[in-house]
């Protein structure tokens, strides 16, 4: 097998069944939060949603309402999420020298 074609393939499979990025655990917990409201989920313990937000680095009052802080909550992980993105992309073209 041609050494070109080789690494072609070596790298699609590496894509394919590579390692995935985990995302660091404040950020999971919110996604989490995020994916079970909009499933219909009833946020039950408001202390909970105040302590991922603040973990996500939002100031949260005790006597905030939960559905603003859910809104809130759920902008911090949008940026999150596409900060962690960007990562893994810069991380992907740094590893390939920034050849594609």
């Given at each position: 097998m041609p050494m070109k074609r080789r690494a072609r393939l070596l790298k699609t499979l590496n894509?394919?069944?590579?390692r995935r990025g985990k995302l660091p655990p404040?950020?999971?917990?919110?996604?989490d939060v995020i994916d079970a409201v909009d499933a219909g989920g009833v946020p039950l313990y408001p202390a909970?949603?105040?302590?991922?937000?603040?973990e996500l680095g939002l100031e949260v009052t005790a006597s905030a309402?939960?559905?603003q802080t859910v809104e809130r909550l759920r902008a911090?992980?949008?940026?999150?999420?596409a900060a962690f993105a960007a990562q893994a992309a810069a991380n992907a073209n740094k590893q390939t020298g920034?050849?594609?």
């Open positions: 894509s394919l069944f590579g404040e950020l999971q917990a919110g996604k909970r949603i105040n302590r991922i937000a603040r309402p939960v559905e911090a992980v949008e940026r999150g999420l920034g050849r594609r």
